[in-house]
C-alpha cells in the first residue's frame, strides 16, 4: 500500500449523501495521488432508490448501473431501474417508495431461536437476495461515478454500527475498483481480513451483534459471493483496497495493529471536534450547561505511541489548513482528513437550503461554539455535531412536533425476546429513536429515549432527500439534520464569512497550497 504515503490529505466522507460522487471526484481529480475523495457509503441503497423516483437528473444513476450491467453480464441494474425509476420524477408530495428493509433471519426464512447453554455453534443469519444485490449494485454505482474519466484515489467510507449492509457494500464498491476503505463508528476488527478474502471473491463472514444473547452465543452473517447473479460478478480477482480505521485514541490503534486476523492498512485519528459521531469521553459522563458532553486530556490520543507502530496515520478533526497539515506532518502524520470545510462546498449533497442558513449564521458573526453543538440525538449512544438551524431537528419545538417512528431502521439494535414455554425467542429489531411504546416492548429503558432524534430520516433531509407525509399533514417533510465540526475556521476564511460560495478545488487549494 505505497500510494498512501503520497496521500496528504483525505476528504472526508460524510453523513448521508454529503459525500457524494461529485465531490469525491473533484477532490480527486485536484492533485491526483496526494489527495483521495470519499463518498459516503451510508444508506446508499435508499439514496440511490429516492434519486431514482425523482427521475435521475442527469442519469448518472443510469449510466452507471447500465456499467454494472455490463461488466458483469447480469441483468440487475435493469431490475432496480424498472423498479424504482420514475421519468420524470415523482409529484413534490408523493411519498417516496420504499426498498426492501434490512433485517435478517435464520437462513431457512425464521426469526426463532431455540434456548442454547454453554459455548455452542454460531447461528448463520441471512438476507433477502432482493436486497444483497441492491446494496452491491447502488455500493458500485457511487464509486463508478466517482472513479469515472481519471486516474486519482477514491475511498468509501463506512459506519461500523450499521452492520447489515457492510460486507455486501464493501464488495459493491470493490467490483467498482474502489481504492481504500475507511470505517469509523466502532471497533473494525475483522474487516481488513474479509477485504483481503472479498479480493479473490471468497465467502466472508460478519459476526452481528445481538443483545440478551446467552453466553457463547454467536450470530454470524455470512456472505458468498460466488451465489450472487449465478457467479457472474466473481470471475476475475479484484484489486485489494487499503483499509483505514477511524480511531480516536492509542489503544484501539495497539490493539488493531495486533490483530489476529489482519491489521488495518493505516488509522485516521478523529479528534473529538470533528463532525457526525464522535467517541464518548473517557471515564464517567460529565455534561456541561448545556448537556454537552464534556472532554479532557483522556481524550487526546497519543501521537507518539501511534508513530510507534509504524502504521501510516492521518489527523482529523479541524486540520482544515495549511498550518494544521504542517502540524501533522510535524507529528509523523501521513497528512490529515478533513470534512466539514467540504461539506460547505458547492459539489457537496447538503442542501442549497442549510449550506444557505449556515452562511448566513456566519454573516451574522453567530460563534462556533453557538453554531455547532455536541448533542447526545443519535440513537447509537455516541454523541453527535449538530448544527443549530432553525426549523431542523436540532430546534426542541420541531423535534417535539415530530411524530416518532422508524422507518429505515439503520441504527436500530438487534435483540432476542425472553424464551417462551417452549424455550424458543424471537429476534427484534429496535430503535431509541422510535414510538417509545415500541423500544419499551423490545426490553428497552424509558429513560434511553429521551432527546433521542431520527438520523436517518433527518440526515436525508439534510441532503433534499426527505420523506413526504410520515408527519402531519399530507404534505409535511421529515425535519432535516444537519452535522459539521466544531473547527469552522476553513468554512470562514474560504465563504468570506459567509459572503461567497466555494468549490472543492479551492478547498484543495487552500490546504496544500
Known amino acids: ?58 442519469g448518472h444513476l443510469r449510466r452507471a448501473l447500465a456499467a454494472f450491467d455490463e461488466k458483469f453480464g447480469v441483468e440487475i441494474g435493469r431490475t432496480i431501474l424498472e423498479k424504482y425509476f420514475i421519468e420524470g420524477g415523482k409529484a413534490p408530495a408523493e411519498r417516496f417508495r420504499y426498498g426492501p428493509k434490512q433485517t435478517v433471519h435464520t437462513q431457512d426464512g425464521n426469526t426463532t431461536f431455540p434456548m442454547q447453554s454453554g459455548l455452542s455453534a454460531p447461528i448463520y443469519l441471512a438476507l433477502d437476495e432482493e436486497l444483497i444485490e441492491l446494496l452491491i449494485a447502488t455500493s458500485f454505482a457511487e464509486v463508478w461515478l466517482a472513479k469515472e474519466g481519471h486516474a486519482g484515489n477514491i475511498f468509501i467510507n463506512f459506519l461500523n454500527k450499521v452492520e447489515i449492509p457492510l460486507i455486501f457494500a464493501m464488495y459493491g ?58 457467479g457472474k460478478l466473481a470471475r476475475t480477482p ?46 464517567p459522563m460529565k455534561k456541561d450547561e448545556l448537556g454537552q458532553p464534556i472532554y479532557s486530556e483522556l481524550d487526546e490520543p497519543d501521537l507518539i ?30 497528512g490529515v482528513q478533513t470534512g466539514s470545510i467540504f461539506a460547505m462546498a458547492e459539489e457537496s449533497g447538503i442542501s442549497p437550503t442549510h449550506r444557505i442558513a449556515i452562511f448566513n449564521e456566519l454573516k451574522k458573526g453567530t460563534p462556533d461554539s453557538a ?31 415530530r411524530r416518532r417512528l422508524c422507518d429505515l431502521g439503520f441504527l436500530q439494535q438487534r435483540g432476542l425476546t425472553k424464551a417462551d414455554e417452549n424455550g424458543s425467542r424471537r429476534m427484534f429489531q429496535r430503535c431509541s429513536a422510535a414510538p417509545i411504546q415500541d423500544f419499551v416492548s423490545k426490553r428497552g429503558l424509558p429513560f434511553n429515549t429521551d432527546g433521542k432524534r431520527c438520523l436517518c430520516n433527518g440526515l436525508l433531509s439534510g441532503v433534499g432527500l426527505g420523506q ?18 466544531n473547527n469552522l475556521d476553513g468554512i470562514r476564511r474560504l465563504s468570506r464569512q459567509g459572503q461567497a460560495q466555494y468549490w472543492a478545488k479551492n478547498v484543495v487549494e487552500d490546504i496544500l497550497g
Open 305 to 334: 505511541a501511534i508513530r510507534q507502530t509504524e502504521k501510516p496515520f492521518w489527523l482529523a478533526g479541524g486540520y482544515g489548513s495549511q498550518a494544521r497539515l504542517q502540524l501533522a506532518l510535524n507529528a509523523g502524520a501521513v
Open 238 to 283: 479484484l484489486k485489494r483496497p487499503a483499509f483505514l480505521a477511524i480511531v480516536s485514541l492509542e489503544n484501539l490503534v495497539n490493539a488493531l495493529v495486533q490483530s489476529p486476523s489482519q491489521a488495518p492498512d493505516g488509522f485516521i485519528i478523529e479528534h473529538h471536534t470533528a463532525g457526525g459521531h464522535n467517541a464518548a469521553p473517557q471515564g
Open 371 to 401: 453554531l455547532v453543538q455536541t448533542s447526545l440525538y443519535s440513537p447509537t449512544g455516541f454523541p453527535f455535531k449538530v448544527a443549530q438551524l432553525n426549523n431542523t431537528l436540532a430546534d426542541d419545538e420541531v423535534y417535539e412536533a
Open 468 to 485: 413526504m407525509g410520515t408527519q402531519s399533514g399530507d404534505h409535511a417533510e421529515e425535519p432535516a439534520i444537519v452535522t459539521l465540526g
Open 1 to 58: 500500500m505505497e500510494f498512501l504515503q503520497n496521500i496528504k490529505l483525505i476528504q472526508g466522507g460524510m453523513g448521508v449523501y454529503v459525500s457524494n460522487w461529485r465531490l469525491a471526484k473533484s477532490v480527486a481529480m485536484e492533485k491526483p495521488g496526494v489527495t483521495a475523495g470519499t463518498v459516503s457509503g451510508t444508506a446508499l441503497d435508499v439514496v440511490h432508490i429516492r434519486l431514482l423516483q425523482l427521475g435521475d437528473p442527469g
Open 173 to 230: 464498491a470493490m467490483l467498482a475498483g474502489v481504492d481504500g476503505i475507511v470505517v469509523g463508528a466502532g471497533n473494525p476488527d475483522g474487516l481488513p481480513a474479509v477485504c483481503t478474502q472479498l479480493a479473490q471473491h471468497a465467502t466472508v463472514a460478519h459476526e452481528l451483534s445481538v443483545l440478551y444473547r446467552e453466553s457463547g452465543e454467536s450470530f454470524i452473517l455470512p456472505f458468498d459471493p460466488r451465489l450472487i447473479a449465478a
